[in-house]
């Protein structure tokens, strides 16, 4: 696929088929995040490739709203970034999620981002402490975000140009 077209059908996909994802489109992701620009080429960041039924209810619960599609998704990427390793790791993994995004879509599999970082658990606690106890992680693990992934169970419509609000672009010189 052409990367203008890669990045249009780009969407935020919530619901999927239950159709399994190969391990070939996966390591194609996964790949994708690995070779992602790091600052310093520090590479902070780990990649939790979770499958077990279990443990996806207990990242979409996780937190209070936002995430509960990661109960039904086949694979969720929970991009952990080593901030004892780089300051940067929040820009490190966002990249690595940006290029996991866009994999995605040229794998034929639908992702959606899940915001952790700074959000709140149902009952007012830490999201991001919920998640590093869910995966056994240490206090300086950040979670950068989760991805879920699955085939999408409805065409999702691509972003066109007219979409691209050019509006936010300021041309000095
Ligand atoms: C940093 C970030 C955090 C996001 N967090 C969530 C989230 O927690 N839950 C969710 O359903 N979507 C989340 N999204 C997806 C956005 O809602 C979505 O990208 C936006 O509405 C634009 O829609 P599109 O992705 O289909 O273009 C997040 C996206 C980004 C970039």
Known sequence: MELKETIRRRRSIRQY????????????ILQA????????????????????KD?????????????????????AIVTVGDSDKAD????????????MMLAAVDQGIGSCWVQIYLRKQEDGSDAEDAVREILSLKE??????????????????????ADADMGKVIRIG
């Open 55 to 75: 443990v996806l209810k207990k990242l979409a619960d996780a937190k209070k709203a936002g995430g509960k599609m990661l109960a039904d998704c086949e694979a």
């Open 17 to 28: 088929t239950g159709e399994p994802i190969s391990e070939e489109a996966l390591n194609q």
């Open 140 to 161: 300086t693990d950040r979670i950068a975000g989760i991805l879920a992934l699955g085939i999408p169970a409805k065409e999702a419509e691509p972003h066109t140009e």
């Open 88 to 99: 940067t790791w929040i820009e490190d993994c966002s990249i690595a999620m940006s290029f």
């Open 33 to 52: 995040a690995l070779l992602a620009p790091t600052s310093m080429n520090r590479k902070p960041c780990r990649f939790y490739v979770v499958k077990d």
